[in-house]
T-cell receptor, first 111, second 117 residues
Framework: KQEVTQIPAALSVPEGENLVLNCSFT??????LQWFRQDPGKGLTSLLL?????REQTSGRLNASLDKSSGRSTLYIAASQPGDSATYLC??????????FGQGTRLTINP | DTEVTQTPKHLVMGMTNKKSLKCEQH?????MYWYKQKAKKPPELMFV???????INESVPSRFSPECPNSSLLNLHLHALQPEDSALYLC????????????????FGAGTRLSVL
């Protein structure tokens, strides 16, 4: 059974810092890996999707990497802003449509 | 239009009530999903419809009954729920077809917050 773990559970940093969120998974036979953000009481917003054959994806200040062999992914956020405060969820694709989510990292960026 | 619309936003129901949640998208997506999210927990997949046919049912109790009347609309019919079914119910859609990796990106609605008394 695929298990997805995110560390840390919560992170608080001052504005402007670069930061890394971690995601690990137990079964390397994945279809893809997605990072989402969720604001309190809201739905999820897709940030980046990495296919199993890819090593990284970039979008603006965000960069996600994937190392299937070690069962790890990282989300790098450059020059953090207060608007980046949210819960970040990593989700591993067991197939094209079946996602298994981690517990999330609650990020707070302090002005 | 990259929006998935869910109604109602909030729903309170008794254990003997019958109610329905509605989800709509006009992005031409051919896969639609229902997730359940308890407080401070990640979303858990319930159902997936692909090309209007139920393709995944994650052993969800029969008091939850999904329906996909057409490619833009997804309903979740609720009957005889229990208080532990109180949660945020999220709908999502994805393109499904085409060769781009974007076909698997899931777009989520804001959810329906359900309270069962």
């Amino acid at each position: 059974k695929q298990e997805v773990t995110q560390i840390p559970a919560a992170l608080s940093v001052p504005e402007g810092e670069n930061l890394v969120l971690n995601c690990s998974f137990t079964d390397s036979a994945i279809y893809n890996l997605q990072w989402f953000r969720q604001d309190p009481g809201k739905g999820l917003t897709s940030l980046l999707l990495i296919q199993s054959s890819q090593r990284e994806q970039t979008s603006g200040r965000l960069n996600a990497s994937l190392d299937k062999s070690s069962g790890r992914s990282t989300l790098y956020i450059a020059a953090s802003q207060p608007g980046d405060s949210a819960t970040y969820l990593c989700a591993v694709g067991k197939g094209a449509q079946k996602l298994v989510f981690g517990q999330g990292t609650r990020l707070t960026i302090n002005p | 239009d990259t929006e998935v619309t869910q109604t109602p936003k909030h729903l309170v129901m008794g254990m003997t009530n019958k109610k329905s949640l509605k989800c709509e998208q006009h992005m031409g997506h051919r896969a639609m999903y229902w997730y359940k999210q308890k407080a401070k927990k990640p979303p858990e997949l319930m159902f997936v419809y692909s090309y209007e046919k139920l393709s995944i049912n994650e052993s969800v109790p029969s008091r939850f009954s999904p329906e996909c009347p057409n490619s833009s609309l997804l309903n979740l019919h609720l009957h005889a729920l229990q208080p532990e079914d109180s949660a945020l119910y999220l709908c999502a859609s994805s393109p499904l077809g085409g060769g781009s990796i974007a076909k698997n990106i899931q777009y989520f609605g804001a959810g329906t917050r359900l309270s069962v008394l």
